[in-house]
């Protein structure tokens, strides 16, 4: 067998055999790749946490309350106007079909009333005398009775001919209302006036405008202060900044 020396060993080994030993790289270039990466991560922390410190004490306020400027307020002011609900239209006179009855020792009252709300276009049933139950018992001017049903409609628009009078429900099955005259009754409710309390009964009912503060907050140019939580809103769509 040859003596083999691989070039520039300069006699340092002496290899015997016909092959070149197995050579391994230096370890010192993956510790240079580790040391640059190392270094980026840190010159990137350094960088957010720079920034992070000029967020703060510049003022505009972190991600966080940023998050809480969007909310809506609470308070109903920061989002559209939300339409109310429509009030259900109380039911036309000329659907309602009234009973009257004369609680009193006053001859005539219950014909003479009959034919006064069928003039304002009320459907009129029996007219006569008031129940037992009723009869010389009624003090004020009148009852009106109705099904528990015609609580929030029928017995009000009634109510508009007839001033002061009690309104009460009992348990019958039909729709009929029954107008029973009392004692202190002279006459009904004099026609404009019925009139106008029929017209504002049909009237929907508005939500009262929210109050609004005028002063330094309209100068610096912010909206009214949240009623919920006290703070000053944002400029542009009104939205809560206080604390959740």
């Known amino acids: 067998m040859s003596m083999l020396t691989p070039p520039g060993m300069g006699g340092k080994y002496r290899i015997t055999g016909d092959r070149y030993p197995r050579m391994r790289r230096p370890r010192h270039?993956?510790?240079?790749?580790?040391?640059?990466?190392?270094?980026?991560?840190?010159?990137?922390?350094?960088?957010?946490?720079?920034?992070?410190?000029?967020?703060?004490?510049?003022?505009?306020?972190?991600t966080a309350q940023a998050a809480q400027d969007t909310r809506p307020c609470p308070d109903g002011t920061g989002g559209p106007a939300k339409a109310a609900p429509s009030a259900a239209k109380p039911p036309a006179p000329a659907s309602l079909t009234v009973?009257?009855?004369?609680?009193?020792?006053?001859?005539?009252?219950?014909?003479?009333?009959?034919?006064?709300?069928?003039?304002?276009?009320?459907?009129?049933?029996?007219?006569?005398?008031?129940?037992a139950a009723y009869d010389k018992k009624v003090a004020g001017t009148g009852m009106l009775l109705g099904p528990a049903a015609a609580t929030g409609g029928a017995l009000k628009v009634l109510?508009?001919?007839?001033?002061?009078?009690?309104?009460?429900?009992?348990?019958?099955?039909?729709?009929?209302l029954d107008l029973i005259i009392g004692g202190a009754f002279k006459e009904l409710t004099a026609p404009q006036q019925s009139a106008k309390a029929l017209a504002l009964l049909s009237r929907p009912a508005q939500a009262p405008a929210p109050a609004t503060t005028g002063g330094s907050a309209a100068k610096d140019g912010l909206s009214p202060p949240c009623r919920t939580c006290g703070r000053p809103r944002r400029p542009g769509p009104a939205r809560c900044s206080g604390p959740r």
Request: proline share 2%.
């Open 29 to 62: 270039r993956r510790r240079i790749i580790l040391s640059i990466v190392a270094s980026a991560c840190a010159l990137g922390l350094v960088g957010w946490g720079t920034l992070q410190l000029i967020d703060v004490f510049g003022g505009r306020g972190n």
């Open 159 to 176: 109510a508009t001919q007839l001033a002061g009078a009690q309104l009460k429900t009992d348990d019958r099955k039909s729709a009929d």
């Open 99 to 131: 009973n009257v009855y004369n609680a009193t020792p006053r001859s005539g009252l219950a014909k003479r009333t009959a034919d006064e709300l069928q003039k304002r276009g009320f459907k009129i049933g029996k007219v006569g005398n008031a129940p």
